[in-house]
């Protein structure tokens, strides 16, 4: 049984989420009955624990939320299964057997799909992962390769010709939570769960024909949007034969009341053994720079200051580096590039002075956290000396290193 410190962690770290506020109320009302469950026998208990969630003061909604939890936790609240939660059983099974897998997601109106290589180990959990980043995810880093294992990524950035390693348990639960997301064995028991506390309506199409798939949709209710399910409508397909998912549709309801199709995911591969080489970066061109943050102090320390307080130091002393040839320090602030590397970057253009540096404003890209610092340098291009304004700079967080902070991008 899990403890009520790995409750309060799971109900912190859930996918499917409520405010914060309700997250509190969520985790006070579970803890409340998990305890109370260690004393009594389980047959008995598990249709009174609905009972008694239904009628807490907490509302409906987060009584939605403890739920979903509870299906995380593998404990069976009720015992009153519906017949289309009986159907979907066997797609379970099969999913709790998978090794290897291997995923395409796409979105509408983006040719080029996010592609996941996952291995299992024989708990179910993620061992290692290789994922293939489009640009359109995020066009300020453009393409990327990232590979995951032992709490440790490897993010290849093409388009900026470097490869940065991070040890971050923040970083590794978003990535595996990602992931998470396009696993068969963990959206059925949502669907369950969902259509068992009434946020859900299943609809299952078993055709005759066994060559052609199940058919499983769950349309939600307008109130799971508030915590934290994304779109109206899934659909699984399932194959009659293996019970496994083949993909995975998620639809947006319209202004009109008809179902959009807005992206959708594609399993390939099931426990087809993906070749260790995978996990591994080799051969990659010899101009890419390799950045291991986790065995240096990136950035500058917060100490008491503000987040905004320590943008702008950041920033200061990064052009003050730059503009002493301190490409040493300058490297350190600009996530631990090598002093070379930043040597060559500003040999075309001279930093002659810092003019101003305005309030940090939160950065406009949603994912990437921290702040932009506006500034004005006085410089000298080619002999011409003039006023200049970067991009940016960004600056956030150090992956692994909470309390320091560096310069991620938009310095030129």
């Known amino acids: 049984m899990n403890s009520p410190e790995n409750i309060e962690k799971l109900i912190k770290n859930a996918v499917i989420h409520s405010n914060p ?7 006070k009302e579970f803890l409340q009955q998990f305890n109370n469950t260690q004393e009594q026998k389980p047959v008995v208990t598990q249709p009174n624990i609905r009972r008694k969630i239904m009628k807490s003061p907490i509302t409906k909604l987060a009584a939605a939320a ?4 509870a299906v995380m936790l593998s404990i069976n609240i009720w015992d009153n299964i519906t017949p289309a939660a009986y159907a979907l059983d066997q797609t379970v099974q099969a999913s709790h057997s998978v090794r290897y897998l291997h ?13 996941f290589w996952l291995e299992f180990d024989e708990q179910g959990d993620i061992k290692n992962i290789r994922a293939h980043m489009p640009e359109w995810e995020s066009p300020s880093d453009g393409a990327k390769v990232v590979i995951w294992q032992q709490g440790k990524a490897k993010i290849w950035y093409k388009k900026k010709k470097s490869l940065l390693i991070i040890k971050d348990k923040r970083f590794a639960d978003k990535l ?15 669907f369950i769960e969902l259509e068992k506390s009434g946020f859900a309506t299943i609809k299952i199409e078993k ?3 066994k060559a052609e798939p199940i058919i499983i949709s769950a349309t939600y209710s307008p109130e799971c949007k508030k915590f934290g399910v994304p779109v109206d409508r899934t659909v699984l397909f399932v194959d009659q034969t293996t019970k496994l998912i083949t993909s995975m549709e998620s639809y947006s309801l319209t202004g009109g009341g008809e179902y959009e199709l807005i992206d959708w995911v594609e399993f390939y591969d099931y426990n087809q053994q993906i070749d260790p080489a995978m996990f591994v970066f080799d051969n990659l061109p010899s101009d890419v720079v390799q950045i291991d943050q986790t065995i240096q102090d990136i950035g500058l320390e917060q100490g008491e200051l503000s987040s905004e307080e320590i943008a702008v130091k950041v920033v200061r002393e990064f052009y003050e580096a730059v503009i002493a040839k301190d490409y040493a320090k300058a490297g350190r602030i600009y996530g631990g590039v090598p002093a070379k590397i930043m040597e060559e970057r500003w040999a075309d253009l001279k930093v002659i002075r810092i003019i101003s540096i305005s ?3 939160p950065h406009p890209s949603s994912g990437v956290g921290g702040f932009m610092v506006p500034c004005k340098l006085e410089i000298e291009k080619d002999g011409v000396k003039s006023e200049y304004k970067p991009y940016g700079p960004g600056v956030r967080a150090v992956h692994g290193q909470p309390n320091r902070w560096n310069i991620h991008g938009g310095v030129k």
């Open 21 to 27: 506020d309700v997250n509190q109320a969520v985790l």
């Open 66 to 69: 403890v739920i979903i939890i």
């Open 103 to 115: 995923i395409k997601s796409f979105k509408k109106g983006m040719e080029e799909p996010k592609e």
């Open 176 to 190: 595996s939570a990602s992931v998470q997301l396009f696993d068969p064995k963990l959206a059925v028991p949502r």
């Open 207 to 209: 055709p005759s024909n």
């Open 359 to 361: 309030e940090p404003i």
